[in-house]
């Protein structure tokens, strides 16, 4: 029974390339959510989607960084044009039926930005 | 001011302490989590409440709605219970963002 599984686990960008981000739900689970842990930081909310549908991208930049949960595979976070100041962890959560269910979050994407 | 706050910020204990992290949270909420993350990153959901109590093994958990606190405790403490214990919120409906709100984190360390 597998938990959300995010890939990669480690992912390192030169300044002005594109990085892709994959997340996994665990099975069941119709809603995902985006977090960013930025060094020496707390966790930040940044998208939460359910299947084709964004439904809250309060916290994410608004240039650069774009989230789609299509209908079959995972769900993506793309951030275009990567900067120094993107280098964090991103961490992907799924819950079974939205915000007031219980999340499960997975191992996290490092992201280093060279 | 965050609308989560842990204390205490790092907490050193023995091998065998009983141990209490708090929150406080100066916002309406729906339910409250509690989270670890290991040293190597990885995060693991321990509790999600929104009233009263809940205990799994050697952790437990409890809330007060009114008074806008939580509590983490951790009996028989361990070395392996070293890690950073994340209290998060899921802010009431209309209050905010859909996702959880975080506070910064209590650095626990167990020595043995």
């Known amino acids: 029974n597998a938990g959300v599984m995010q890939n990669p686990r480690h992912l390192v960008r030169r300044r002005g390339q594109e990085a892709r981000l994959r997340c996994s739900p665990m099975k069941g689970h119709s809603h995902v959510y985006w977090y960013r842990q930025l060094p020496e930081e707390g966790l930040k909310f940044m998208v939460y989607?359910?299947?084709?549908?964004?439904?809250?991208e309060s916290g994410m930049p608004k240039e650069r960084f774009s989230a789609e949960f299509p209908k079959e595979g995972p769900s993506i976070l793309r951030i275009q044009q990567v900067v120094r100041g993107d280098s964090a962890a991103y961490f992907c959560a799924s819950s079974h039926s939205g915000t007031y269910n219980e999340q499960f979050f997975g191992p996290g994407t490092r992201l280093t930005v060279l | 001011k965050n609308e989560v706050e842990q204390s205490p910020q790092n907490l050193t204990a023995q091998e065998g302490e009983f141990i209490t992290i708090n929150c406080s949270y100066s916002?309406?909420?729906?339910?409250l989590h509690w989270l670890q993350q290991h040293p190597g990153g990885g995060i693991v959901s321990l509790f999600m409440l929104s009233s009263g109590k809940k205990k799994h093994g050697r952790l437990i958990a409890t809330i007060n709605i009114q008074e806008k606190h939580s509590s983490l405790h951790i009996t028989a403490s361990h070395p392996r219970d070293s890690a950073v214990y994340i209290c998060?919120?899921?802010?009431?409906?209309?209050?905010?963002?859909?996702?959880?709100?975080f506070g910064k984190g209590t650095h626990l360390i167990i020595q043995p």
């Open positions: 998060a919120v899921i802010v009431a409906s209309g209050g905010g963002a859909d996702g959880l709100t």
């Open positions: 989607l359910q299947k084709e549908n964004i439904i809250d």
């Open positions: 916002v309406g909420i729906s339910a």
